[in-house]
């Protein structure tokens, strides 16, 4: 019998995380899902904070299950989401709490970064879609409020380079991730050291930017002993959106992809950054990808919207049932802009919507009916609007859109996508994020000879199902 080489993905986002075996058997990718853990905020100090320290107690529960299953992995890296990170003194100890992107600490710290250089000129530097959660504004908070945090800086560390840190010892930046902070510069993809400067943000705290397939190391001996087994530490894209697209099953320049889940994620693959007046006029952002790619798009607020509403209806529906009550509330005319900044941490998502149709003169939905298909065709609308505006900055036309990500099994949104785009729509897979995650493990370890033998790969081992335009009960 042939051994399996297995390697492990780590995937954590904002509400949960997993731990995700994968192999190869007769030319395809396997998965299982071994563990599962939850994710949430914490509230401390006054300020939404991540509680780090239980993320990684369950990074290393995970590793427990491996060796309690008997399935050591050759290697395992860790994704998670972009934009937040620690920062460590000289020790390797944190300072601060690890606040989160949904934090309001960040209100008004884009005038404070434009009055040391303009928008358009930052936006000419990175091509980063302007967001007030990007790392640049966190650092400008921190800066101006809590600034013998920066003084005694010495490391910088993106949520999953820390735990990295954690199981190995060993500081390592990586290109996907780092490209959030709006430091990096599109065209010499290394940090903006000239802007940090203008900025008063220390350079000494921001490592060599390390590609996709980099070894981070071993796990130190402590870490080793405690979960039973020594394996590889590999970099994967580390930004969860870079590993979800690596994973889009196709090798066509036609397609479009939507990275589907807590946020919505679309655009395409690109080899030279726009950084253009044009461009950042549109919102898009220049993200970099595996192999120096970029990945252009757009952030959209996705399905956070859904999953809030979801939490504060009385009746705990199923997916299934949600679908039908948006089907039955399609009478309803009232879209929102689902980027608009109340909808990104309300005490009530329901109250935002509705003082959002106040607000706008339209009308307020009332029935959970309503507020469903007002978030589902007002997310359907913004997906066919930056598809045109895709399509508009290339000057050329794309005819089909793969949807991959947990937002993928969402068959009401899937059908009002194809309606509103009239483009070809295609779901599938669901664990994108963590088969590009693994993929670039399996990469580094020369499984496959490139990123589109993988994609192959990828395309024949999981379902990619065609959309329906038509949504039927």
């Known amino acids: 019998m042939v051994q399996r080489k297995y390697y492990l993905a ?16 007769n030319g395809k990718i396997r998965i299982e899902e071994i563990y599962r853990f939850e994710n949430k905020l914490v509230k401390r100090d006054g300020h939404l904070c991540w509680d780090i320290e239980h993320l990684f107690g369950e990074v290393v529960a995970g590793l427990k299950e491996c060796k309690k299953l008997n399935r050591i992995p050759v290697s395992l890296a860790i994704d998670t989401w972009g934009v937040d990170f620690v920062l460590l003194d000289k020790e390797g100890n944190l300072l601060g709490d690890t606040v989160a992107y949904r934090d309001s600490r960040t209100r008004g710290m884009d005038e404070e970064v434009y009055r040391v250089i303009g928008e358009s000129e930052l936006y000419s530097r990175n091509g980063i879609q302007k967001q007030l959660f990007n790392s640049i504004y966190q650092l400008m908070a921190i800066k101006k409020s ?27 930046n990586e290109y996907t991730n780092a490209t959030t902070s709006q430091l990096v510069h599109a065209e010499s993809q290394d940090w903006d050291y000239e802007l940090l400067e203008k900025l008063g943000i220390p350079a000494k705290i921001f490592g060599k930017l390390h590609m996709p397939k980099d070894v981070v190391g071993t796990l130190s001996e402590k870490m080793a002993a405690e979960v039973g087994f020594q394996t590889e530490v590999i970099l994967p894209a580390t930004h969860d959106t870079g590993s979800a697209v690596m994973a889009v099953p196709t090798t066509s320049d036609d397609a479009i992809f939507l990275s589907s889940g807590t946020w919505s994620l679309m655009g395409i693959e690109r080899l030279i950054p726009d950084c253009t007046e044009k461009s950042r006029e549109h919102n898009f952002t220049n993200e970099g990808g595996y192999h120096y790619r970029y990945r252009y798009l757009k952030n959209i607020m996705g399905m956070w919207m859904m999953q809030s509403l979801r939490r504060e209806f009385r009746h705990k529906y199923t997916f299934e049932e949600l679908y039908q009550l948006a089907y039955i509330g399609r009478y309803f005319t009232s879209v929102v802009n689902v980027n608009d900044e109340s909808f990104l941490a309300p005490d009530s ?125």
């Open 349 to 473: 998502m329901i109250d935002a919507i509705k003082a959002y149709c106040r607000r706008t003169n339209q009308e307020v939905p009332e029935t959970e009916g309503e507020l469903l298909y007002c978030v589902y065709m007002s997310l359907a609308r913004c997906y066919a609007q930056t598809v045109a505006e895709i399509e508009e900055v290339t000057g050329r036309k794309y005819t089909r859109i793969h949807v991959v990500g947990g937002g993928c099994q969402d068959k009401f949104l899937n059908a009002l996508l194809a309606t509103e785009t009239g483009k070809e729509v295609f779901a599938g897979p669901v664990e994108a994020t963590a088969l590009g995650n693994m993929m670039a493990q399996m990469l580094k370890d020369k499984c496959f000879a490139d990123l589109n033998e993988a994609r192959q790969v990828v395309a024949r081992s999981f379902d990619v199902k065609a959309v329906e335009g038509k949504f039927v009960l």
């Open 10 to 25: 780590i995937d954590i986002g904002a509400s949960s995380g997993r731990h995700i075996l994968g192999w190869l058997e």
């Open 146 to 172: 809590q600034p013998e945090i920066l003084e005694q800086a010495e490391h910088f560390l993106m949520i999953p380079e820390y735990l990295n840190y954690l199981l190995t010892g060993q500081m390592a």
